[in-house]
T-cell receptor, first 113, second 111 residues
Framework: DTGVSQDPRHKITKRGQNVTFRCDPI?????LYWYRQTLGQGPEFLTY????????KSRLLSDRFSAERPKGSFSTLEIQRTEQGDSAMYLC???????????FGAGTRLSVL | ELKVEQNPLFLSMQEGKNYTIYCNYS?????LYWYRQDPGKSLESLFV???NGAVKQEGRLMASLDTKARLSTLHITAAVHDLSATYFC???????????WGAGTKLIIKP
């Protein structure tokens, strides 16, 4: 499988716990994105990497959220001290080239109890 | 701040009919993307429109872009049940690679 993969697919956690998600992009893609999607809405941009550099981060993103992409390969998204409002589908996408078509993974569904 | 609006948000139609989904955006952008999402699934790229007047067609779907009007349309011809899904348009703000997304149009096609 050469698509974008995300792990885990589902995560249930208690409020106040920390969670970490992993994304493996398509291997030759240099750009990687994290989005959040809630039911009935379009994806909401969280952050973007070009290679290992985090170039954009949503101003709406709480300081509890942090993302890394060491060595420009896989990426992790960590949410500290989770809140019920963090419950959503977290989507990762990767892209390459001028057209910048973003290819999405299946997502990680987070439920905060 | 860039805003992307789709209408309608919900569309129920009969097989064989034609219809158009509209996507308006509020600031300048030279490209627009259309994606499809099936229930419980991730997003699948349909079209990228890279310039004013661009038109792309795939099967029963045709997308167009008017950057002066800040409007894109997704036209469905002779709809079939398999096209039932939620369709999103997305626009990058100037000089950015991130995408700003519409709320989606949920399309149900009845036999």
């Amino acid at each position: 499988d050469t698509g974008v993969s995300q792990d885990p697919r589902h995560k249930i956690t208690k409020r106040g716990q920390n969670v970490t998600f992993r994304c493996d992009p398509i291997s030759e893609h240099n750009r990687l994105y994290w989005y959040r999607q809630t039911l009935g809405q379009g994806p909401e941009f969280l952050t973007y990497f070009q290679n290992e550099a985090q170039l954009e981060k949503s101003r709406l993103l709480s300081d509890r959220f942090s993302a890394e992409r060491p060595k420009g390969s896989f990426s992790t998204l960590e949410i500290q001290r989770t809140e019920q409002g963090d419950s959503a589908m977290y989507l990762c996408a990767s892209s390459l080239g001028l057209s910048n078509i973003q290819y999405f993974g299946a997502g990680t569904r987070l439920s905060v109890l | 701040e860039l805003k992307v609006e789709q209408n309608p948000l919900f569309l129920s139609m009969q097989e064989g009919k034609n219809y158009t989904i509209y996507c308006n955006y509020s600031t300048t952008s030279d490209r627009l993307y259309w994606y499809r999402q099936d229930p419980g699934k991730s997003l699948e790229s349909l079209f990228v429109l890279l310039s004013n007047g661009a038109v792309k067609q795939e099967g029963r779907l045709m997308a167009s872009l008017d950057t002066k009007a800040r409007l894109s349309t997704l036209h469905i011809t002779a709809a079939v049940h398999d096209l039932s899904a939620t369709y999103f348009c997305a626009v990058p703000p100037d000089s950015n690679y991130q995408l700003i997304w519409g709320a989606g149009t949920k399309l149900i096609i009845k036999p």
